[in-house]
């Protein structure tokens, strides 16, 4: 069960995983094959914006799980809330770990950093909240011109800083993982907090 803005998000990120293909299509001319890192570049900054427009979704999706029109008290909470949301989500632009978190919580009342792990490669609530900011700063390090920060996912044995199709599809899988938890996290919160039994497609 995928909320409507985990269904987005995949199709996105379907599409952003064509640029890592194309940098690794040996049928390209020889100049394209030399720019590989524009399209790795592109790839990291396409995931960025598709868990970006993920968070935003998921907000709006959480008010209209939770609206009731025909309770009236709750109904002006309610409007007030989700405006607030709104101006909120017009300013959200750097989804790291603590920025997303607090929109999160303040907005919805979900509280995701207990839903934050990735079992499947062992990495626990501390390494993706810092992995999610790695990613951050990566993408807003070659945004602005400056070189890619050194990570250990970023570093190549030799001591080479540069992205690779193995860090783009790792980003990916990253990001599918950290949605998957979120929307499931935000769905038992929805269902626990007001009693609303949903059913995301």
Not at 29 to 48: C, D, M, N, S, W
Not at 138 to 143: G, L, Q
């Amino acid at each position: 069960m995928a909320s409507t803005a985990a269904l987005n998000y995949l199709t996105a990120a379907v599409r952003v995983r064509t640029l890592r293909e194309a940098a690794t299509d040996g049928r390209l001319p020889r100049k394209i094959q030399t720019e590989k890192q524009v399209f790795y570049h592109a790839a990291l900054a396409g995931y960025v914006a598709a868990w970006d427009a993920y968070i935003n979704n998921l907000v709006r999706a959480f008010y209209i799980e939770i609206e009731e029109p025909r309770n009236t008290n709750f109904q002006a909470v309610y409007s007030i809330s989700r405006q607030a949301s709104e101006r909120a989500l017009d300013r959200f632009n750097t989804p790291n770990a603590e920025n997303t978190r607090a929109l999160l919580q303040l907005y919805t009342g979900y509280d995701p950093i207990g839903d934050w792990v990735w079992t499947r490669r062992g990495m626990v609530g501390v390494q993706v909240r810092e992995r999610l900011n790695e990613i951050l700063r990566v993408r807003h390090s070659f945004a602005h011109g400056f070189a890619v920060p050194g990570y250990d996912w970023t570093q190549s044995p030799s001591g080479q800083v540069r992205l690779t199709s193995k860090v783009i599809r790792d980003t990916e899988a990253f990001f599918n993982n950290l949605v998957r938890v979120t929307d499931n996290g935000m769905r038992k919160h929805i269902q626990l907090t007001f009693g609303i039994a949903i059913a995301w497609h």
